[in-house]
């Protein structure tokens, strides 16, 4: 059982230059999330997905967009990357938008640095 | 503005020692509160939670306070263990102020058991 995979694991873009963060889950689960996290900050949401074709904004959406065509599938793309968007970026999902006290299961994350 | 602190950035105890970490809340309405467990190059991964209706939730070493007069959680480890040290992001989630449904996450506090 793979859970949440996260792809590529790392990567470092120049300035301008654009990009697609894979993210998969094989639970079923309706909802799910990315994050992003800075140094010594907690995670901050980005956009987040309640079911297929259907998206919604969070904490911090300028400079990223999102599609969810399936269940399985919720990539996040930046198109201009810009150095502020260096940080490390979690996938995430879970059954229901609250979790019910079980929690998010993430993916192990992808480290983009923005040169 | 609904937050969720976590005042200690790190912490360090022996082998065997109890862990106690710390977390301050803001929000009344939370429904849930959780903590997760962060290895290095590695995703969060859920631990323990614990219902706003309830006031202590325990899961073999790990055990989780929460006093909603002080708006505060605490998360004991006993005992601690060298594969403990992670670092230990709380979280809840509810309605905000706003009207809207929050998750939120704390800042982190490293943990180190010395062997």
């Known amino acids: 059982n793979a859970g949440v995979t996260q792809t590529p694991k790392s990567r470092i873009l120049k300035i301008g230059q654009s990009m697609t963060l894979q993210c998969a889950q094989d639970?079923?689960?309706?909802?799910m999330y990315w994050y992003r996290q800075d140094p010594g900050m907690g995670l901050k949401l980005i956009y987040y997905s309640v079911g297929a074709g259907i998206t919604d904004k969070g904490e911090v959406p300028n400079g990223y967009n999102v599609s969810r065509s399936t269940t399985e599938d919720f990539p996040l793309r930046l198109e201009l990357a810009a150095p502020s968007q260096t940080s490390v970026y979690f996938c995430a999902s879970s059954t229901s938008r609250g979790g019910e006290g079980y929690g998010y299961t993430f993916g192990s994350g992808t480290r983009l640095t923005v040169v | 503005d609904q937050q969720v602190k976590q005042n200690s950035p790190s912490l360090s105890v022996q082998e065997g020692r109890i862990s106690i970490l710390n977390c301050d809340y803001t929000?009344?309405?939370?429904?849930?509160f959780l903590w997760y467990k962060k290895y290095p190059a590695e995703g969060p991964t859920f631990l323990i939670s614990i219902s706003s209706i309830k006031d202590k939730n325990e899961d073999g070493r790990f055990t989780v306070f929460l006093n909603k007069s002080a708006k505060h959680l605490s998360l004991h480890i006993v005992p601690s263990q060298p594969g403990d040290s992670a670092v230990y992001f709380c979280?809840?989630?509810?309605?905000?102020?706003?009207?809207?449904?929050?998750?939120?996450f704390g800042t982190g506090t490293r943990l180190k058991v010395l062997a």
């Open positions: 929000n009344s309405m939370f429904d849930y």
């Open positions: 979280a809840s989630h509810g309605w905000g102020t706003s009207g809207t449904y929050k998750y939120i």
């Open positions: 639970m079923n689960h309706n909802y």
